[in-house]
């Protein structure tokens, strides 16, 4: 399944490469950042993703 392949690569992307923006996560990725938004929704309400900052200064982060 599509989103399941691009949650993965966004969830080892932030392992590999902690406190990205969502920009960086997109470019890294290769994923529209439409796409990695909407899956970092996700992974938010589920704990698997942290957030530091706010607006364009917010960083996304591999839970601890």
Do not use: C, F, W
Not at 6 to 13: G, Y
């Amino acid at each position: 399944d599509d989103l399941a392949a691009a949650t993965q690569l966004l969830v080892q992307t932030l392992v590999n490469h902690d406190g990205l923006t969502l920009g960086e996560l997109a470019q890294q990725t290769g994923l529209p950042k439409y796409e990695v938004s909407e899956i970092l929704k996700t992974l938010r309400r589920s704990g698997r993703v942290k957030l530091s900052g706010q607006k364009r200064g917010t960083r996304y982060h591999r839970p601890d």
